[in-house]
């Protein structure tokens, strides 16, 4: 009988039972947790070394006996999962067509299978939003880019879509395809063969896939309208509205969103009509990384250069 994973949740249950007891942080067990081919008896060993080396740190001693068991038996390090700078919540998204977030999750757990395109800016929460609806589903999210598919030799691009696709285990994965406009471009304007036939296997996949699969993109449109009418749900991702960001810059900057925001400081913010959640994101990393407390107004000084960035995003308020 095939080995099949066990879920997210029972992942971190065992993490739990076996290093528990440790003194590891909880983010370190949620780390373990959302790798699929971490085994009990992995962690055991993990366990075992740390009771052989008293005294070292639990931390640094569990990722090095992990890392290099993965080493061994897979022959590679496992990615390291970037956290989060800012906790994304469902409440910060701005779907266009009145579609709650909420409504969707719940009605993807009941079904089991669904197809999602999601379109907008960089930085409304395209990607954000698989990873919470894969961890509400207690599914592993599956993430590839085009460009991981995409070959210039002809037909390997249908053979690395069609072995993604068949690779997948419908019931325990989320598969989310970044870059979508990449893989569906309009076949109207294809000027080779091959850019058809990739268009072709792709749609032939997701029409036979029986799971959830997410496509993102920037560019809507540009995607062929075929398959567009293969997607369950489009789902429009805009920029903050002015509720969102008052309630987003409390949290972040005041540390609490229900803090009132001072008023010169939400005139100026009102101005911000292109702000995104990715936005407040990079600021909150740059303070990480820089090691320094932000007052409220530097906070909103940085928002207002990375929306400068973008290009006629500023308004005066």
């Not at 599914?139 to 249908?158: C, F, I, K, M, N």
């Not at 268009?199 to 699969?213: D, K, R, S, Y």
């Not at 993109?217 to 997607?231: E, H, K, P, Q």
């Amino acid at each position: 009988m095939p080995f099949v994973t066990p879920p997210r949740s029972v992942r971190r249950q065992m993490a739990e039972r076996h290093l528990g007891a440790c003194g590891l942080a909880p983010d370190l067990l949620d780390e373990l947790a959302a790798d699929p081919k971490l085994a009990p008896a992995q962690l055991g060993a993990a366990r075992r070394l740390l009771d052989l080396r008293p005294g070292a740190a639990p931390e640094t001693t569990v990722r090095e006996g992990v890392a290099a068991l993965r080493g061994l038996l897979h022959g590679a390090p496992a990615p390291r999962r970037r956290a989060p700078a800012t906790d994304f919540e469902v409440a910060y998204l701005n779907l266009s067509g009145g579609l709650s977030p909420s409504a969707l999750v719940q009605a993807l757990q009941r079904q089991g299978r669904g197809s999602l395109c999601c379109y907008g800016p960089p930085g409304t929460g395209k990607t954000a939003f698989a990873e919470v609806l894969a961890e509400a589903l207690d599914r592993e999210l599956v993430a590839q880019r085009a460009s991981d598919l995409l070959s210039p030799y002809v037909g390997e691009t249908e053979q690395n879509l069609a072995r993604l696709f068949r690779e997948m285990d419908p019931t325990q994965t989320v598969l989310l395809l970044d870059e979508v406009d990449s893989l569906l471009a309009d076949r109207r304007q294809a000027q080779r063969s091959w850019e058809r036939t990739q268009v072709n296997e792709l749609l032939q996949q997701m029409e036979h896939f029986p799971g959830i699969l997410v496509a993102a993109t920037n560019l809507m449109s540009g995607i062929d309208g075929a398959a567009l009418r293969r997607f369950d749900f489009k789902l429009g991702f805009r920029a903050l509205t002015p509720a969102q960001r008052l309630a987003l810059f409390a949290r972040e900057a005041l540390g609490d969103a229900r803090a009132p925001v001072p008023p010169a400081l939400a005139r100026h913010l009102e101005g911000l009509e292109h702000l995104t959640p990715g936005d407040f994101a990079n600021v909150c990393r740059q303070r990480t990384l820089l090691g320094e407390d932000l007052t409220p107004e530097h906070f909103l000084r940085r928002l207002m250069a990375e929306c400068r960035l973008k290009g006629g995003a500023l308004r005066a308020a």
